[in-house]
């Protein structure tokens, strides 16, 4: 990249005590629910489809616990926060793979698949390259891809059903919101104890719990009558 953005206002003051706090405990969550996920898979392709998912929670809310709670270095923070917005991709290309492999068929499956990996993984080079993006070049991406399923709305409904589709647009949407809050500093609560980005952390983790709700509720007993 030619040019770096200056760093984010927020960047430049104290961190506010709770940062990271949510997204640490949801992390240690995260590995309880991947072991049951893999234990219920009735399936080696369903076990692998549901480890893949849960490689992509576990290391977004992991990495994001690793860099908001621990006290680095100039060097290691930076690269750091740089591996906990890449992580982002990781987990919306890992939320499709269920989906994609288990609830779909056909070519649209195979499709989708490798246009979200492929996103996924031009997201996380750019991010690991472009050290401080402009926030619409951070935004815009997730939410491009993200987005991206709803080419497949007919084929999920017509195997996992409305009200799956409605929690995977729902969870979609709070994701959504939770962009905007980022990029806009806004809602900013509690400046010193629970700010914006703590607000953001919420909307990912409402969003991550519709999107799992999917995948244990509707996507995994789908996956064991096909």
Do not use: N
């Amino acid at each position: 990249m030619e040019r770096d953005a200056p760093a984010r206002a927020s960047a430049l003051r104290p961190p506010p005590l709770l940062r990271g706090r949510l997204h640490q405990y949801c992390f240690y969550g995260s590995i309880v629910i991947a072991l049951s996920l893999v234990a219920l898979a009735p399936s080696a392709r369903s076990r692998a489809a549901v480890a893949v998912y849960s490689l992509g929670l576990a290391g977004c809310l992991g990495t994001s616990s690793l860099y908001h709670r621990g006290r680095w270095s100039r060097e290691v923070k930076e690269w750091l926060s740089r591996m906990d917005r890449s992580m982002i991709f990781l987990l919306v290309a890992g939320t499709f793979t269920p989906i994609c492999l288990l609830a779909m068929r056909g070519w649209v499956s195979l499709a989708l698949l490798l246009a979200v990996w492929g996103g996924a993984a031009a997201g996380i080079g750019m991010t690991l390259l472009w050290r401080h993006p402009p926030t619409a070049a951070e935004v815009i991406p997730y939410l491009t891809l993200g987005w991206l399923g709803l080419i497949a709305a007919p084929q999920v409904i017509h195997s996992l059903g409305w009200t799956a589709f409605g929690l995977l647009v729902g969870g979609g949407a709070l994701y959504s919101i939770g962009a905007v809050v980022y990029a806009l500093e806004r809602p900013d609560p509690w400046p010193r104890v629970f700010g914006f980005h703590e607000v953001f952390h919420c909307f990912v983790v409402a969003a991550a719990g519709l999107h799992l709700a999917v995948i244990g509720l509707f996507v995994l007993p789908h996956s064991s009558l096909a």
